[in-house]
């Protein structure tokens, strides 16, 4: 089982590199060809959120991006540091009608909408989405 680690400060220039690196590590650990413009799109919107999330909530930590290869499976998993009560929840004291809470919603469903296996999680220590893929059976070797 291969790991890469990315992290980033929280700002909103530092998504299209993870976009980027998913990619790269998606296509060598043997995602399909086909499906990895939904994994740049659903890495794009898990990290836009997660820095959303720490921007808003003041919170100065980086972003946490973990890219896990497995047998046959690869999977993204996006954290933030965002306390939050519930998965749609933002940091304590948002307000029922806030737009940036509709926002994060929205991202939600679009990556739901991507990614057939997702799961999101959260709690007072941040949050974390975790989205899957299956792999094909023999990776992609390095150039």
Do not use: Y
Not at 14 to 37: I, K, N, P, S
Not at 79 to 94: I, N, T, V, Y
Not at 107 to 133: H, P
């Amino acid at each position: 089982m291969a790991t890469v680690e990315l992290r980033f400060s929280a700002l909103p220039e530092h998504v299209r590199t993870a976009r980027l690196v998913a990619a790269a590590v998606a296509r060598r650990a043997g995602v399909d060809e086909a499906v990895l413009d939904e994994v740049r799109l659903a890495v794009g919107e898990a990290c836009t959120r997660a820095v959303g999330l720490h921007q808003s909530a003041g919170i100065a930590a980086p972003v946490k991006v973990l890219l896990v290869e497995e047998e046959k499976q690869f999977s993204i998993e996006v954290g933030d540091e965002a306390p939050r009560s519930s998965p749609g929840d933002r940091a304590p004291g948002a307000a029922g009608e806030d737009p940036d809470a509709e926002e994060d919603e929205m991202g939600l469903a679009v990556i739901s909408g991507l990614v057939d296996d997702v799961e999101v999680t959260a709690g007072e220590n941040g949050g974390q989405i975790r989205m899957t893929w299956p792999t094909a059976l023999h990776p992609v070797p390095l150039a």
